[in-house]
């Protein structure tokens, strides 16, 4: 199988950092990744480890508080409003979150109905969000809202807006000291709802969010007014290439499980691995991830050279969504009746996976974006 280093997408400075990042998953996360699971906790520790490496940092400026590893502007924003926002993201002190879905509105994006109504120096925002991953523990949301209800508007009727809220973990936030900003002012009437109690991602927060006439001042707006559901595509077009990033990590790591777990166990008085069917599970799932490496780093590649990449992150998600699920679903099978045990963490990679074919667009959705793509060709 090519090396890491041998792949054109990197230089020195990523192989580095890769590693570092490896170091860290292996010492901090791996040892506790069970136990969150199984308590449904989200792991202010770690998020205080990666915020001291600089990991929280890596897409910003360090004039914004980040690393400049990579370089990635924050779109839409006002000077005043990175200024005030990402410096506090960049190092974690407080997390953030994206609210667009709601109960009646998932992929369909022009369908929301929180409605903020215009007051002169500020909006009145009422509504609920829901999925919102980070949604009880961020402070910092970027939401959409409808602006205009003309329904011949569409698109044109929503804008996004920047809200802040205190951390539901904010006695936890104070004791460790990340998550929460005493000095960040809050929007009043904005607030978390229900958290979700989720098949996989268990540890990550998902949560409401809720806008009860709550003020929102202009200043706010991010981006233009009617512009929110370019932001939220713009943002979903990047957050692919993050979901697909996961997905293929995800697929590595079951992958890995596999060949060991094989290597050891034994039947008929040879590994398992000696065995025909298990080679070619094994070759199957080796040749699915490379083929969404690739994939994943080229959709990379094409955003940070500032490249068209929508298309390519819509297929990078897509196939590295379903390699994952197929890859940690083989996982499972070949672990046999361990494998559907908490013995081994397998079981967990399976049901951490689906949500990578659902969040940041449905795999229906991306081959709507792929499909429009490659019609649009012969129009």
């Known amino acids: ?201 268990r540890s990550s927060n998902t949560t409401e969010l809720i806008f009860e006439d709550s003020i929102v001042p202009k200043e706010n707006m991010l981006g233009e007014l009617g512009g929110g559901v370019t932001v939220a595509f713009k943002t979903l077009d990047a957050g692919r290439i993050g979901v697909a990033a996961l997905a293929l990590g995800l697929a590595q790591g079951a992958y890995e499980e596999s060949a060991k777990y094989t290597s050891e166990r034994k039947q008929f008085g040879k590994p398992i691995s000696a065995f025909q069917a298990t080679r070619f599970a094994l070759a199957d799932m080796a040749t699915e991830i490379q083929a969404a490496r690739h994939l994943v780093y080229h959709s990379a590649w094409l955003k940070q050279n500032g490249k068209d990449y929508a298309v390519f992150s819509a297929m990078a998600k897509l196939y590295a969504s379903e390699v994952c699920m197929r890859v940690t679903t083989k996982a499972v099978q070949l672990h046999g009746g361990y494998g559907y045990t908490t013995d081994y963490p397998v079981e967990r990679m399976m049901r951490d996976a689906k949500i990578n074919e659902i969040g940041e667009g449905t795999s229906e959705i991306q081959r709507l974006v792929i499909s429009r793509d490659v019609l649009s060709r012969f129009a």
Do not use: C
Not at 122 to 130: A, D, F, I, M
């Open 1 to 201: 199988m090519t090396d890491m280093n041998d792949l054109p997408y990197f230089n020195d400075e990523h192989h580095q950092v890769r590693e570092l990042v490896r170091d860290f998953a292996e010492a901090e996360i791996r040892p506790v990744a069970g136990e969150l699971d199984r308590e449904h906790r989200f792991h202010w520790e770690n998020v205080k480890k990666m915020g001291e490496l600089g990991f929280l940092g890596i897409p910003w400026d360090p004039e914004l508080g980040g690393t400049g590893m990579d370089d990635i502007s924050v779109e839409f924003g006002t000077e005043e409003q990175k200024n005030k926002y990402v410096p506090l993201l960049a190092s974690g002190q407080v997390l953030g979150g994206l609210g667009i879905t709601e109960p009646s509105a998932g992929s369909d994006v022009v369908g929301l109905q929180t409605f903020a109504e215009d007051k002169g120096d500020h909006y009145l925002v009422n509504g609920t969000k829901n999925f919102i991953t980070n949604g009880g523990v961020g402070e910092v949301m970027v939401i959409t809202a409808r602006t205009d209800k003309n329904p011949e508007k569409r698109s044109r009727g929503i804008t996004a807006f920047v809200v802040t809220k205190d951390t539901t973990d904010l006695a936890i936030a104070e004791e460790i000291g990340i998550g929460h900003s005493p000095d960040l002012e809050k929007t009043p009437g904005f607030r978390s709802g229900k958290e979700e109690s989720k098949m996989g991602w």
